[in-house]
């Protein structure tokens, strides 16, 4: 089993676009259903579809399964069960020193959103962070993604 160690920030200004490496469009549901033991998400990320996964913990430290799927299969899948309305969002990546941000846009009900993840290799690691870098939100869970799909940004 795969551990999954992240921080994500809220993003303050617009430098960051400058150093974009790659994009890609990302479309994502979630599975319906009450008191959920974990986090199930389908993903169609560009071109490749994924399953996956993730532990419903709080915090940078989370348990994380993923698995390729077929495109078709994940269409179906988010057509039927999973909650609505999707994530939708491109996510841009940034190299900033040694690490790799991913910075997500939203668009959809969750349109002026803009966060960045950062992986990390230990939950102590510390990190220089870039001047567009803002509020440290790992913990609120208001910001998963899972949250943002029946609390979205604009209800905010």
């Known amino acids: 089993m795969a551990k999954e160690i992240e921080r994500k ?25 009450d008191n959920l033991s974990a986090s199930i998400r389908v993903r169609i990320e560009g071109d490749v579809a994924k ?27 988010l057509s039927l069960y999973c909650k609505k309305p999707y994530i939708e969002k491109t996510r841009y990546y940034v190299n900033y020193q040694s690490h790799l941000f991913e910075i997500d846009e939203f668009i ?12 990390l290799s230990s939950e102590n690691e510390s990190i220089d962070l870039p001047d567009w870098v803002g509020e ?21």
Do not use: C, H, M
Request: proline fraction near 2%.
């Open 9 to 33: 920030f809220l993003v303050v200004s617009d430098n960051w676009k400058e150093d974009v490496s790659n994009s890609i469009i990302f479309k994502q549901g979630y599975f319906k259903g």
């Open 51 to 77: 399953l996956n996964i993730k532990g419903a913990t709080i915090g940078i430290v989370r348990d994380e399964f993923e698995y390729d799927i077929p495109i078709e299969e994940a269409n179906q899948l």
């Open 108 to 119: 959809g009900d969750n349109k002026g959103l803009v966060v960045a993840e950062v992986e």
């Open 136 to 156: 440290d939100v790992s913990e609120q869970t208001k910001y998963y993604n899972n949250n943002l799909v029946e609390n979205p940004f604009k209800q905010w």
